[in-house]
């Protein structure tokens, strides 16, 4: 190793004891059992929901509580305890309301305060002292210190414990410290946070979702085809971002385009008002919690139309320019007879209905109006010069990636693409041929190039960002084609089936899990895939743990428009040092609910896969690491202190 390397570190540790002291520390900690990790996926939007499953740890909050108390507490008191760690400003409110004088709550405040130094306590066991301090809250460290040292010892000091809870009680900091102590609860239940891909669309507050990982201890993603989209609009991709605002307009969320990212659709709307009317297929889906006017619908439905039509538009130079993308069953403004208003595809013929083709030239179908090209350059310029989203999108790429490995397993939200004999798919792209994990890798490096080049809008790399969207061969889409098109304006419904990527029915194959995980250099006798992206129907019997465990589909439906199809609010899984177990949701309503009856919207948990020994840090990639340095650290003491 080169001596400058050691100098350098030899200026942090400067002595040979404090290379020592860090070794021995490593070395405890690689004999820690493993942190737990949380994966979530297919979030669409539905930040309260997420949020719930966030602060409840998908059940591990309770879990702790019930450890402790079960035997001392009934059952409603460990709700309300639990309630008061997953929204703590909220459920003291209510309490404190309850109360008839200081007294009472005072005694409250002491017994709480106890139990939550008992909780953090129990939380806490598996981790150092340095990694629990830094969970704390900042103002209250010293003092929770004390406290946990009473709550792990039988002491003397009883009196003096007393004292400072008294103290803090009658300082007025006993909200702010209850608080504090919740968080920190929530902090430690989990450790690592993955989520699986597709955060956007559908649902009505993506963007915080976004600021909640922003400000999350330690999280990655993995890219959804929904998160690529956007991605694509801010890196240049005008028919991405023509997609993200049709997708807005139809689940009635243009506040998120225009009130959360500032960006001005008064344009798009003036277009929109003058070519378009009313139409069935194009009015924005309901809201529970949203009423809107007719007139605000009659908007809606018209931006809807006049975003859909520029989108297929925009659809046809690429697919012209790009021919490896084998789409041209797509180019469906050619296809159509529009004197007799009807398609023809794959040679047969339908009618159209609810047909809005007011600005299309029939002998140049692809071709954008003056004014469409303009809307469409205005709203893209307003999209990368959004501050906000900007924001965003730099997390979504600094933290994300196309699939990742950790600990053994393998997180990718949509496929590996396979042919029926379950080969991996191949994809020429400029001449070269790709499959498997090459294709994964070539994807998303086109995808990084494009983000770094927001002012390239028609090269391949913003091209592959749209083909990540829609395209066969994508890993995140995993279907042969999307009938957007065919959704809108033909009745049969033949037509709106989008044939799934052999993957999904050859995923239920222990074999071919197996094959994937050595693909990207696993071990699959202890690896697993796991998958979002494909809602799994528990309504119909679907078993999301499939191929005799090694595949775990975690897409349950946290999106309220696909809950009727799942049957449940969606699955997420936790795996700690004792193995991995699934968690399915129930219907998520509100907060409100929650705080109201203490009721959880958990439900079933089921163990995947047990580890036989309990798994520690030593043994994941972070121990890896660990191991690492440890031999840098040697090193070091070799050189520096041993001659
Ligand atoms: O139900 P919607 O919102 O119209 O969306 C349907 C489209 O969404 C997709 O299912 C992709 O979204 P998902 O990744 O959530 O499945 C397309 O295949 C399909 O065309
Ligand atoms: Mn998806």
Redesign the pocket.
């Known amino acids: 190793m080169n001596t400058k390397y050691l100098d350098l570190l030899a200026q942090k540790y400067d002595s040979e004891e404090k290379v020592v002291t860090e070794i021995i520390n490593l070395e405890a900690i690689l004999n820690l059992p493993k942190g737990t990790e949380h994966f979530v996926s297919?979030l669409?939007g539905e930040y309260q929901a997420f949020q719930h499953v966030l602060r409840n740890g998908s059940g591990n909050v309770r879990e702790k509580i019930r450890d402790l108390f079960q035997d001392v507490l009934f059952e409603k008191e460990i709700n309300e305890f639990a309630t008061l760690v997953y929204y703590p400003e909220e459920k003291l409110q209510l309490v404190k309301n309850d109360f008839g004088n200081e007294e009472e709550l005072h005694q409250w405040y002491t017994v709480i305060i106890e139990r939550m130094i008992r909780l953090i306590s129990h939380a806490s066991s598996k981790y150092t002292r340095s990694k629990l301090r830094k969970a704390l809250p900042s103002q209250f460290v010293y003092i929770i210190e004390e406290l946990l040292y009473k709550a792990n010892k039988s002491t003397n000091k009883e009196q003096y414990y007393t004292e400072i809870v008294q103290q803090i009680i009658s300082l007025g900091q006993a909200d702010k410290l209850i608080t504090g102590l919740a968080y920190t609860t929530q902090r430690l239940v989990v450790d690592h946070l993955h989520v699986v891909g597709?955060i956007y669309d559908?649902g009505p507050e993506p963007d915080k979702i976004m600021d909640t990982l922003i400000h999350y201890h330690s999280v990655d993603i993995q890219w959804?085809?929904?998160d690529v989209l956007w991605l694509g609009a801010f890196s240049g991709s005008m028919v991405c971002l023509a997609n993200i605002i049709r997708?807005c307009a139809?689940y009635d969320n243009l506040d998120i385009i225009e009130d959360v990212y500032g960006i001005n659709l008064r344009p798009l709307l003036n277009l929109a008002e003058r070519y378009y009317g009313d139409n069935p297929a194009f009015r924005p889906k309901a809201h529970a919690d949203k009423q809107l006017t007719d007139h605000e619908k009659l908007q809606i439905t018209k931006i809807h139309q006049a975003i859909a039509m520029i989108q297929f538009k925009l659809e046809m130079p690429i697919i012209k320019r790009r021919p490896y993308f084998n789409m041209s069953e797509r180019l469906l403004l050619e296809k159509i007879d529009y004197e007799k208003n009807e398609i023809t595809l794959r040679g047969k013929t339908y009618p159209l209905e609810n047909s809005c083709f007011a600005t299309v030239n029939p002998q140049q179908p692809d071709q954008l109006l003056e004014e469409e090209q303009q809307v469409m350059e205005r709203l893209l310029f307003a999209v990368q010069h959004s501050e906000k989203l900007a924001r965003h999108m730099n997390f979504l790429m600094k933290k994300g990636s196309l699939y990742l490995k950790y600990n053994g397993n393998l997180l990718i939200h949509g496929c590996i693409p396979l042919d029926e004999e379950g080969n991996m798919e191949k994809m020429t792209i400029e001449g070269k041929t790709y499959s498997g994990r090459d294709l994964l890798d070539i994807f998303e490096r086109y995808l990084r190039h494009s983000f770094a080049h927001p002012e390239e809008t028609n090269d391949l790399a913003t091209d592959m960002v749209w083909y990540l969207w829609t395209g066969e061969y994508s890993s995140l889409?995993g279907?042969r084609e999307?009938?957007?098109f065919e959704?809108y304006f033909i009745k049969d419904k033949k037509t709106h089936k989008?044939i799934k990527n052999p993957y999904y029915h050859l995923r239920e194959k222990e074999e071919i899990c197996r094959k994937i995980l050595a693909e990207f250099e696993l071990n699959p006798d202890q690896g697993h895939i796991i998958n979002g992206?494909?809602p799994v129907k528990e309504i119909d019997g679907e078993n999301p743990v499939k191929a005799n465990g090694k595949m775990i589909v975690i897409d349950g439906g946290f999106s309220k428009?696909y809950q009727s199809t799942t049957g449940i609010a969606g699955y997420t899984l936790l795996y700690n040092s004792y193995g991995m177990q699934l968690v399915a949701h129930k219907h998520f309503n509100s907060k409100e609910d929650v705080l109201r009856d203490g009721t959880d919207v958990l439900s079933v948990k089921r163990l995947v896969d047990q580890e036989v020994k309990r798994k520690k840090v030593r043994e994941t990639n972070i121990g890896e690491e660990l191991l690492q340095e440890i031999s840098i650290l040697n090193r070091l003491r070799e050189y520096r202190y041993m001659n």
Do not use: P
Request: glycine share 6%; proline share 0%.
């Open positions: 297919d669409h597709d559908r959804g085809n929904h997708i139809r889409f279907k999307m009938t957007t959704r989008e992206h494909t428009a």
